[in-house]
């Protein structure tokens, strides 16, 4: 079992990554780094998890990988 100040660190990590992925948006970085960075969070969080994000292009029939970066390239 896990106590409750490991909890609240873990929780506090979390929200401190997540302020700072606001933060980014607040500052106008790029949309791919912004969702690799939330990506990456969400990997941390969950171990051997691969995380992806697809976007709709603008014809509404095709997705475009956004940010993976756990999973290969090709």
């Known amino acids: 079992w896990l106590s409750v100040g490991a909890i609240s660190k873990a929780f506090r990590h979390?929200?401190?990554?997540?302020?700072r992925i606001l933060a980014m948006i607040a500052a106008g970085a790029a949309?791919?780094?912004?969702?690799?960075?939330?990506?990456?969070?969400i990997e941390d969080q969950l171990p051997g998890a691969a995380c992806s994000i697809l976007l709709l292009d603008a014809?509404?029939?095709?997705?475009?990988?956004?940010?993976t970066p756990s999973m290969p390239a090709d």
């Not at 979390?14 to 302020?19: F, G, I, Q, T």
């Not at 949309?31 to 969070?41: A, F, G, K, M, S």
């Not at 014809?59 to 940010?67: M, P, S």
């Open 14 to 19: 979390v929200l401190d990554e997540l302020n």
């Open 31 to 41: 949309l791919p780094e912004t969702l690799l960075e939330l990506t990456r969070l």
């Open 59 to 67: 014809d509404g029939r095709t997705l475009r990988n956004a940010a």
